[in-house]
């Protein structure tokens, strides 16, 4: 492994270290019309009681998500502008700390799949893998009905650069099935319910919380199912019926519905 990453960005602060508690970030002040600083200095202000308000309470188009519907998984197109140079990936997933991490790597890697379509505009696409998805589902007692999105980061851990996923803080769209014998799935998220009386976690917790060491605890997954030659006209027509835009965005008209969404 080189020792720059294969995809590199320009920042003024090593993602390590912005990581760290304490690590101020560079910021450039506007001065005003009379070239005063208005800025008070306070040396008593402390971070202790502060909680992080969590992303998913924000519209986040443009952030990276994952996505579990359907016995398929797929990023948005945020992950694939974010890398607009990687076409294979691997997905990565800690049982322990309930982690998923989707990493670049080339094409003749072992368990590497294409997570874009080809040409031009790339895409995101969706994988379908039956038993990955059973199996996350499983370690997270989820309902395989619903929707789950993941807000994830982009980070560098060691000479590395991948996406990481806290399948703790999921998006839930539940499913509802009508009178008429219809299906649908809810526009508008359903949250965890340990979140209704807090605003996101703790400053140092927050901190903490994208802190990866991707050779301990991690197990690559090989998400590709060899399935059998099926008509391709029919395959079109699922994949018609199933997508989903990733690029809409809902207003929450609720955070906690009185319904239970399990």
């Not at 560079?26 to 800025?39: D, F, R, Y």
């Not at 040396?43 to 519907?69: C, K, M």
């Amino acid at each position: 492994m080189s020792e720059q990453p294969t995809n590199q960005w320009n920042m003024t602060t090593e993602p390590s270290d912005m990581m760290k508690i304490n690590t101020p970030m560079p910021i450039t002040v506007a001065s005003s019309p009379s070239n005063q600083m208005e800025v008070t200095d306070d040396d008593s202000f402390s971070y202790d009681g502060y909680q992080v308000v969590r992303g998913e309470f924000f519209a986040h188009i443009y952030e990276p998500s994952f996505t579990l519907n359907n016995y398929k998984v797929s990023v948005n197109t945020a992950c694939i502008k974010k890398l607009p140079d990687v076409e294979y990936v691997q997905i990565l997933v800690n049982p322990i700390e309930k982690k998923l991490a989707v990493r670049p790597c080339r094409e003749e890697e072992k368990d590497s799949f294409r997570w874009c379509s080809s040409g031009k505009k790339r895409s995101p696409k969706q994988i379908t893998c039956r038993i990955f998805f059973a199996k996350v589902i499983s370690l997270m007692d989820w309902n395989p009905n619903y929707r789950y999105k993941i807000l994830g980061k982009l980070i560098r851990s060691g000479n590395e650069i991948l996406f990481i996923f806290d399948l703790t803080s999921p998006e839930i769209f539940p499913r509802t099935l009508k009178d008429n014998g219809t299906v649908t799935t809810a526009r508008t998220p359903s949250y965890p319910e340990e979140w209704k009386n807090q605003f996101g976690i703790p400053v140092e917790e927050h901190q903490k919380s994208m802190q990866v060491n991707i050779f301990e605890g991690y197990a690559v997954f090989d998400i590709q199912e060899k399935k059998k030659v099926t008509d391709k006209s029919t395959e079109k027509a699922k994949k018609t019926s199933t997508a989903e835009s990733e690029e809409k965005s809902y207003e929450q008209q609720t955070l906690f519905p009185s319904t239970n969404m399990y």
